[in-house]
T-cell receptor
């Protein structure tokens, strides 16, 4: 049973650039959520996708956008990168009927220089 | 916004000792969850709690959903070296309209170190 997978594992970008992170949910799951985890902090909710639509969003600017594909996989895009965007980006998947039981991937470590 | 306060922030214990940590909030949650995160990995779901007063075990781990719905507790019995890691509590609130979307609110974590 494949768990949540994310790519790439690590990424280094320059301030002002754009980045795309990818996530494949756990087999059988249809809902994907994205979180940002700064060093020494708990994960912070960015947004959640279900049926290819964003249905809930946390306190993140419009520079953060996403997409969900028909196969339930998802992308997180961040434009105009800032130094403060450096963090571990976590993808979590769940079933629509059980949105609170979220299973996390290993994350993508983004460093902005 | 909602905030979860975890305590203690860190713990240093001897192998074989029991561990207790807790999480408190100013808001009521419908579901409490406990996760463990190892370095360089994503959080792993340990226990989910769904009703006030509920007590649930998973091996040596026991968690409780506080009666007020504003707190939760995690206990680890007879700790072993592989218990080392960061433990996070997370809360979930069903939306006012009765729909259940997916935002989890996390605490800041408790760092557990176990000395052999």
């Amino acid at each position: 049973d494949a768990g949540v997978t994310q790519s790439p594992t690590h990424l280094i970008k320059t301030r002002g650039q754009q980045v795309t992170l990818r996530c494949s949910p756990k087999s059988g799951h249809d809902t994907v959520s994205w979180y940002q985890q700064a060093l020494g902090q708990g994960p912070q909710f960015i947004f959640q996708y279900y049926e290819e639509e964003e249905r809930q969003r946390g306190n993140f600017p419009d520079r953060f956008s996403g997409h969900q594909f028909p196969n339930y996989s998802s992308e997180l895009n961040v434009n105009a990168l800032l130094l403060g965007d450096s963090a571990l980006y976590l993808c979590a998947s769940s079933l629509q009927g059980f949105p609170y039981e979220q299973y996390f991937g290993p994350g993508t470590r983004l460093t902005v220089t | 916004g909602q905030q979860l306060n975890q305590s203690p922030q860190s713990m240093f214990i001897q192998e074989g000792e029991d561990v207790s940590m807790n999480c408190t909030s100013s808001s009521i949650f419908n579901t409490w969850l406990w996760y463990k995160q190892d370095p360089g990995e994503g959080p792993v779901l340990l226990i989910a709690l769904y009703k006030a007063g509920e007590l649930t075990s998973n091996g040596r781990l026991t968690a409780q959903f506080g009666i007020t719905r504003k707190d939760s507790f995690l206990n680890i019995s007879a700790s072993i070296p592989s218990d080392v890691g960061i433990y996070f509590c997370a809360g979930f609130i069903a939306n006012a309209g009765g729909t259940s979307y997916g935002k989890l609110t996390f605490g800041q974590g408790t760092i557990l170190t176990v000395h052999p």
